[in-house]
């Protein structure tokens, strides 16, 4: 009988498919390479557009997957070898786990926002990413310069590591626009009497509420957009940072005085991805992540039978999109795994 599937990763996609599939009945093991279940999410502290917590997301999903799916924190895998339709995965602790169908679920990572040397990311004190004011927020600590001074004027810089050849990542990100919007009216409801500046490419609303909470930024809020890209970033002897940009939309140049800059930095392949598509001889698209069947039907396929794909180790989603691909890659391997046993009792009968 065929049923027994590992998940590999515990974030999101992680545990939605793996509590998805355990619900068919199916015995699922899940391996985390940390110590914790919820990948990036649960170090975030609010989701747009509805401002829901995030760690609500994530104890939903642990709770789906608590009694019915082994789960095995620090797994690092060494090897995979395949016997037919049986693959045996072996962890560098030396322990050995068996499965007819696995789901490759490892999600991504942040861009390294050093990378754009220009904007003084590591250099000056009050330059952060979006990540750590995301730690911030749920920190419950409020907002502070280098100096301990709450920042009175902040910009936050879009596309940062996203729709750059230079960076290496000419795709979209997808999330950065929205994240950046929210972070700014949360900013704004803390203190506000703070001036925000948001510079961008092109801001790309993608989902359903994502313009209302674009509009609300503006109208209610009083958070200002110019079209422009950032330059370059330099702090005077005050600490204070200078920003050179271009208002592409008047074609004039900028030169602005901030507290503080936030750096919305944009999803990459994750090292666990691109080293899992090595072991496992899985494809990767140019741009890192992993190649699925095609674009449109069988999203969640690799180039291999009896392996699968969940989440963002295949390209940048919403945490709602990506919730959506776990179910959507649950069903084909429920469907795969009826039709070898339908297979092995037919040759069975011969």
Known sequence: MYKKVTVIGGGIAGMEIAGQLAFQGLEVTLLEKSNRLGGHVANWNHLFPDLE?????????????????????????????????????????????????IVIATGFDLFNASKKEEYGYGVYNNVITSAELEEIFNSGKPLKT????????LA??????????????????????????????????????????CFYMDLRMYDRFFEDTYFEAQAKYGIHFIRGRLSEANENKDGMLILKAEDTLTGKPI???VDMMVLLVGFVSSKGTREIASKFELQLENDNFLKTADQHL??????????????????????AETISHARSTALIVTDYLKKINNLAEINSEL
């Open 53 to 101: 917590p995030a760690n609500k997301i994530v104890s939903k999903l642990k709770f789906s997957i608590q009694d019915n799916v082994e789960i095995l924190y620090s797994a690092e895998i060494h090897k995979l070898q395949q016997t037919n339709r049986n693959f045996s995965i072996t962890l560098t602790d030396g322990q050995n786990i068996f499965a007819d169908a």
């Open 146 to 153: 280098d100096k301990g001074i709450t920042p009175q004027r």
């Open 156 to 197: 936050f810089i879009h596309c940062v590591g996203s729709r750059d050849e230079k960076a290496g990542n000419a795709y979209c990100s997808k999330i950065c626009c929205i994240t950046g919007i929210k972070q700014a009216i949360e900013v704004k409801k803390a203190n506000p009497g703070a001036e925000i500046y």
């Open 255 to 257: 030169k602005m005085q």
């Open 298 to 319: 069988n999203t969640g396929l690799t180039n291999r039978e009896g392996i699968f794909i969940a989440g963002t180790c295949s390209g940048p989603k919403s945490v």
